[in-house]
């Protein structure tokens, strides 16, 4: 598996992502004032989230980008997943549209709005939802997966179109990392593992 640079659209994501958040947050803040009471309470905590949300970005930009050379992996979801993901970015448009409209709140929902849109983004992998680095596996927030935790990876090919490989790998009796790969990236992968001394076992053991 050849290794890339970090593609254009994560770091385009989370550089938006930081952005937007750190200015909601403001606008939040500023809205909280104008409002009081318990509105005005609600506005500031919600300033609060759009904090995390942009450091959560941050954190995850820095870590990508700290790894430098990746594998993309063509990684997808269940179905059922992404009916859930669908569900609570529905949730989230509307409450965004009748809080700028009828409630007359334009920066909670614009953080609704916002936060929907980054929901979409990471849940639908509409960007790239796994990376193979030197070191182990990262997800699009960030988070890693070392080699050194891992000791067993097993493969099984699962039912659907286009067709599809689920990753598992763990420690011990311990599920650390499962993943549904595109059937391109399965060789690579299982080469890669190979290599840093895991042992392949049959799915479901």
Do not use: N
């Amino acid at each position: 598996m050849k290794a890339t640079a970090l593609p254009v659209s994560i770091v385009a994501f989370h550089v938006l992502a930081v952005g937007f958040f750190s200015a909601c947050a403001v606008w939040l803040v500023q809205e909280s004032q104008a409002l009081g009471g318990r509105r005005g309470m609600l506005a500031l905590a919600v300033a609060v989230a759009s904090c995390g949300q942009a450091l959560l970005s941050l954190v995850a930009l820095v870590s990508l980008l700290r790894a430098r050379s990746l594998v993309v992996l063509g990684s997808r979801a269940r179905v059922g997943t992404y009916l859930q993901v669908l569900a609570g970015m529905g949730l989230l448009t509307l409450l965004g549209v009748h809080l700028v409209y009828s409630e007359a709140r334009p920066a909670l929902g614009s953080f609704c709005l916002g936060l929907a849109v980054w929901l979409g983004a990471i849940g639908l992998h509409l960007v790239p939802g796994l990376f193979l680095s030197g070191e182990g596996f990262i997800d699009p927030l960030g988070r890693r997966t070392r080699f050194s935790e891992l000791e067993w990876f097993s493969l099984q090919k699962v039912d659907g179109e286009p067709p599809r490989t689920v990753l598992r790998a763990g420690r011990g009796e311990s599920l650390r990392l499962e993943a549904r790969l595109a059937h391109d990236a399965v060789d690579g992968v299982r080469g890669r593992l190979l290599k840093m001394g895991l042992s392949s076992r049959m799915p479901g053991r």
